[in-house]
Structure formats: C-alpha cells, structure tokens
C-alpha cells in the first residue's frame, strides 16, 4: 500500500488519508542478535474512522504505535514512511516530533500506572500538556485540567485533581491518561489496550470515551488483543502476528469472513451469547521469539492449514476491494 505524491504538511494525503504507514520496520540490536519486532508493515488511517490493531501480546502492536509517536526506546532502529497530514514523521528532529506529539497526535499507554510520574498530582501531569503545548499557566492550565478531567468522567474532578496515581483505581489512573491525551484535541490518538484490567463497567465507559472522541472528527488507532471490543468500536482491522501483518478488512467482513488462519483462530476464542457452554478454540503453540521467525509463513507451525507452498514467505494478497491477505491459501 505505497501512496506517493503526498501533499505538504498540514494536508491530506493524495488518497484523502490523514496518517499513511509505508514498509515500516523495528528493531533492536543486542547481544542475542537482532529481534526484528515490526516487519514491512503498511496501513492507513483516515479521517475520523478507528483501526483497530490487534494479535496477541508479542506480535509488535505496541512497537508499532510507539514507532508511529516516534518513541521507540534505543537502541531500536526504526525505518520506512510515516507519513502524517501528508509530512513524513520519521525524517523530523526530535524538537519538531515533539511539536507533533500531543498536539497533533497522542498515546495512551498500556499501563497508567507506569505512564503517570508518581511524584506529581494528577491535575498537574494533565495540566504541563496545555502548558507546554498551548503556553497557557497556573490557574488557566489548572482550570483546563480540571476540565478535561470532567469530560473523561472523573468523579469529583477537583478533589481527583488534587490526588498522586497511587491513590486512584485503574479505572480512574486510565481516564487520567486519556485526560492528558485528549487535552489538545489532537487529530489522532493511539490507545493502547486502553480496556486491560479494568472490570466490564469501566471497559464500556472507557470505550464510550473514546467513542465520543471520534464523533468530534478526530481518528483512532486502537490496539487490543481483544476482537470484541475491535467489533464494537473499530471500522477497519489490521491483524498483525510475529511483526507482520496477516490480514486487513473493515470489521464487517472480518467478522463475517476472516480469510486468514489466524484471524479465524482469535474470532474461534471469543465467547458468543446463545452458544451456552461451546468450548473455546483457542490456537495451539505461542508466537515466535523475534529473534526466530521460523521458515516462510509465520503462523506456519500454528496452522492447521498449512501446506507444502508455507515454507515459502507469504506476499500481501488483495483477493477483493478494501481486503488485504497474506496467506498462500489466496494464491
């Protein structure tokens, strides 16, 4: 999915995006030798739609978000086109990157517990972002905080503000970050499994914020191992196993007609009202170590599809509009 021709910042795409990735690839050199996390992996987000990203925990999701904000810890080497409002993010200093990040795009992170300094109030970490990206102060950062903090659903928002990270549930620590996040009204914000460890009321409220965020025309990847909250919320999926990405569809034909071995295997684990007591199908083995990917197809040694033609590597098939496989299967 190679777009040229991108127009100058502050535009779309020539395809109307508002964020393309182009042959995007992650590693990291060690002693080990070199994991290769995320491997010619290319999407698109267009304006106000939600991408889901999804696979289980290993399969370079959350590379791939901290890639796109320009956050990959050294000694990771990343490469290939980032190209957001048509400017290609991976060719900026570290000064204009960090222009961009918060005020144009922005992350909530997997664990808030770690994302938030556990020395400062909570009202002030929302705060610093309107300070430092808005150049607002004191009280007009503080009330602006407070704010934000109202809109994500914090009960008794002024006394919260008041409160360090440790003193919150997770529930309340995960809408503190999508406070911080959503403070500037970025264009597009990437959350990361946003849902994980919260119980099933908190999940749905959490997703309704973020719901709420794309009806204000702004765009959302949302990365998740969990397919039914993909098909509840997302327009499109990007199925990613072992750094690559196996299947893309809109949610609807995902969920209808998985193509890929693997997409089928996550949609067999998820539990379906009215099916009563129907044992799960999970997928038998675990995912490849980056270091080790094994011969041709990835998902090879896990499949239950596989034929001779899998020892060889897989190229991204279009087999109908909109679709996109990379299974010999579709050959």
């Known amino acids: 999915m190679v777009h040229p021709g991108a127009e100058g910042a502050g535009s779309l795409t020539t395809h109307g995006e508002l964020l393309c990735v182009e042959g995007l690839y992650v590693s990291f050199p060690t002693h080990m030798g070199t ?45 290939g086109r980032v190209l957001f409002l048509g400017r290609d993010l991976t060719t900026l200093s570290k000064e204009e990157m960090r222009r961009v990040r918060g005020a144009s795009i922005s992350m909530v992170f997997q664990e808030p517990m770690t994302a938030l300094n556990p020395l400062f109030k909570v009202g002030t970490q929302v705060a610093e972002a309107a300070e430092v990206h808005l ?32 003193q919150m549930s997770g529930g309340m620590r995960q809408r503190v970050m999508i406070a911080m996040a959503l403070i500037l009204n970025p264009e597009l914000l990437i959350a990361d499994e946003p849902t994980t460890g919260l119980d099933v009321t908190i999940q749905a409220q959490i997703l309704d914020l ?28 990007v199925v990613m196993y072992a750094g690559r990405i196996m299947e893309q569809a809109p949610v609807a034909a995902i969920f209808k007609e998985p193509l890929h071995p693997y997409t089928r295997g996550l949609l067999a684990s ?5 099916e009563g007591k129907k044992e799960l199908q999970g997928i ?12 041709g197809c990835r998902f ?15 190229r991204m098939l279009t087999p109908s509009d909109g679709r996109g496989v990379r299974c010999w299967l579709f050959g």
Do not use: Q
């Open 35 to 79: 994991a290769r996390a995320v491997e010619d992996v290319s999407f698109s987000v267009g304006p106000k739609e939600v991408v889901g990203l999804v696979g289980e925990s290993g399969c370079g999701k959350t590379v791939t978000g901290l890639a796109l904000m320009g956050l990959v810890p050294p000694p990771g080497r990343v490469s």
């Open 135 to 166: 150049g607002v102060t004191g009280e007009e950062a503080w009330r602006m905080a407070v704010e934000m903090l109202k809109r994500v659903g914090m009960p008794a928002a002024e006394r919260r503000a008041e409160e360090y990270p440790h």
């Open 210 to 237: 973020l719901g709420e965020f794309k009806d204000r025309n702004n765009s959302l990847i949302l990365i998740t191992h969990d397919m039914s909250v993909v098909n509840e919320t997302a327009d499109r999926v």
């Open 270 to 274: 998820i539990p379906r009202l009215g």
């Open 284 to 295: 038998p083995g675990t995912v490849p170590s980056p270091f080790e990917f094994p011969e």
């Open 300 to 314: 090879r040694p896990r499949c239950s599809d596989a034929f001779e033609k899998c020892t060889e590597e897989p």
